[in-house]
T-cell receptor, first 114, second 111 residues
Framework: DGGITQSPKYLFRKEGQNVTLSCEQNLNHDAMYWYRQDPGQGLRLIYYSQIVNDFQKGDIAEGYSVSREKKESFPLTVTSAQKNPTAFYLC?????????????FGSGTQLSVL | QKEVEQDPGPLSVPEGAIVSLNCTYSNSAFQYFMWYRQYSRKGPELLMYTYSSGNKEDGRFTAQVDKSSKYISLFIRDSQPSDSATYLCAMSGQGAQKLVFGQGTRLTINP
């Protein structure tokens, strides 16, 4: 089945620790995205990538880092600089990255602080 | 002021009722309008997609766009308990760098 796989489903971070969220897609999509979802708020864009080895900051990139070494993979690292990391993180992809394209989402990772 | 405003609810209605979900926006350049449905602790999935103004119908779902009022709606007819979810509006337009999402409305359909 084609789709987007996020892992782990739940993740706990200790203070001062960096953690990495995994996102893999087998849809052969060029564009991939990371969103953060907080209760009662919409999805906020953290980073996006339209091509391998290139990515752009979204609205809330501070405290996060990404890489795009392979077309299928777009991992997100939540660094210790992110002081309020507790949220539901969603990875998405689209065919080419145009603003009118449908987004396909993974099932999300819930990150909590110990 | 947020670019897209959506009443977060929660909204609770009996099975079979007609549900109306709404979003307002401020950017007159928006021309692509979408509704995503998100079940609890899952990723959103695209439900309806509309370009510019007008109506679009798909089964029990109807999406309406009124660009003159900067207002979009999603109607659900003969609502079912399986429609219980959070509904997110999203929109973009020429010159925009990204899709802008509303806060999401949590909907519960009671049997």
């Amino acid at each position: 089945d084609g789709g987007i796989t996020q892992s782990p489903k739940y993740l706990f971070r200790k203070e001062g620790q960096n953690v990495t969220l995994s996102c893999e897609q087998n849809l052969n999509h060029d564009a991939m995205y990371w969103y953060r979802q907080d209760p009662g708020q919409g999805l906020r864009l953290i980073y996006y990538s339209q091509i391998v080895n290139d990515f752009q900051k979204g609205d809330i990139a501070e405290g996060y880092s990404v890489s795009r070494e392979k077309k299928e993979s777009f991992p997100l690292t939540v660094t210790s600089a992110q002081k309020n990391p507790t949220a539901f993180y969603l990875c998405a992809s689209s065919i080419g990255g145009a603003i009118n394209e449908k987004l396909f989402f993974g099932s999300g990772t819930q990150l909590s602080v110990l | 002021q947020k670019e897209v405003e959506q009443d977060p609810g929660p909204l609770s209605v009996p099975e079979g009722a007609i549900v109306s979900l709404n979003c307002t926006y401020s950017n007159s350049a928006f021309q692509y309008f979408m509704w995503y449905r998100q079940y609890s602790r899952k990723g959103p999935e695209l439900l309806m997609y509309t370009y510019s103004s007008g109506n679009k119908e798909d089964g029990r779902f109807t999406a309406q766009v009124d660009k003159s009022s900067k207002y979009i709606s999603l109607f659900i007819r003969d609502s079912q308990p399986s429609d219980s979810a959070t509904y997110l509006c999203a929109m973009s337009g020429q010159g925009a760098q990204k899709l802008v999402f509303g806060q999401g409305t949590r909907l519960t359909i009671n049997p």
